[in-house]
């Protein structure tokens, strides 16, 4: 197979848009299968009390399970709740459970509360890793700024659909927020264009005006509306592995070879 760099230090990326079901999971998932399956080394981080990435990579839970909860609030090291996925050798995934919901209130009265997750990564030595990727929950609460203060880079995935920019004007104000009060190296390196439908107008005036505006971190690659993608996380799998001949499993290889390649280029917003 294809040869891909790794980094030359773990990037640490959220996925992060605080409108839900514009495919953050999903970009998630398969953006890490498919660095894995391309000798990377990554681990999810699941910071969604869905725990819809923990599901798609088949991660078995129960009310008892240890969790992403069990770092932020009780301290519990990532390695003790890190597990392996099954079948994506170079995959690890730290699951989320319920309990995570009322973490944010928890949160509120803890010291650092803003940087939980970043000690935990600090505590983790993140060198043994080329990637972590964040699932954020579709809110900017203190989960999302955990995230936020926890890593350098976020992507965002943006749904080629009307309203698509309608929000992301906050979600850039509050990375501008913990930029200049927490996290003075974060950046967004990437927007990824999903659930891209070609035989609609709107779709390519959408994906126009998302290039207009971001520029070169948009990536040349769009992923299709393909009804593989959506069915793979009820076999507790990313599209990658569920049908990788799929258009949707092709593309998600595509957006992580960009991702993988392109040199880290650095958007100051404004
Ligand atoms: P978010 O994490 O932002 O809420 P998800 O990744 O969970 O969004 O996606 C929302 C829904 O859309 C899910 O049911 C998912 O399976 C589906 N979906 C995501 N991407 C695609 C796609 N490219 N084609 C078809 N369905 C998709
Ligand atoms: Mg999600």
């Known amino acids: 197979g294809e040869t891909w760099p790794r980094p030359e230090r773990c990037r640490i990326i959220s996925v992060a848009n605080q409108k839900g ?3 953050k999971t999903t970009t998630t998932v398969n953006l890490a299968v498919a660095l894995a399956m391309h000798n990377n080394r990554v681990l999810v981080v ?9 599901t798609a990579l088949g991660m078995e839970r129960s009310p008892e399970s240890r969790s992403i909860y069990h770092c932020l609030v009780e301290d519990e090291e990532l390695r003790a709740l890190e597990r392996p996925v ?3 050798p170079n995959l690890r995934c730290v699951p989320a459970t319920i309990d995570l919901a009322g973490a944010e209130i928890e949160l509120v009265s803890l010291v650092a509360r803003e940087s939980r997750l970043k000690r935990a990564f600090e505590a983790y030595d993140v060198s043994e890793l080329d990637y972590i990727l964040i699932d954020c929950p579709p809110s900017l609460g203190l989960l999302t700024v955990n995230a936020m203060v926890a890593c350098e880079e976020v992507l965002i995935p943006i749904q080629c659909e009307y309203y698509a920019l309608e929000g992301v004007g906050q979600l850039l104000k509050n990375i501008e927020l913990v930029k200049s009060h927490l996290n003075p190296g974060l950046f967004i390196s990437t927007v990824l264009l999903t659930m891209y439908d070609g ?6 005036q959408v994906a126009e005006e998302v290039r207009s505006h971001f520029g070169d971190v948009v990536l040349r690659t769009m992923i299709p509306r393909s009804v593989r993608v959506s069915e793979a996380p009820s076999y507790g799998q990313s599209v990658m592995t569920y049908d990788p001949g799929s258009s949707g499993a092709m593309a998600y290889l595509d957006a992580a070879r ?3 390649f392109r040199a880290q280029s650095r958007v100051e917003n404004q």
Do not use: I
């Not at 699941?46 to 923990?54: F, K, V």
């Not at 035989?199 to 390519?204: N, V």
């Open 86 to 88: 099954p079948g994506v």
């Open 199 to 204: 035989r609609t107008r709107l779709a390519a």
């Open 21 to 23: 079901g514009v495919g």
């Open 46 to 54: 699941d910071l969604d009390p869905q725990g819809n990435a923990s």
């Open 258 to 260: 960009e991702l993988a």
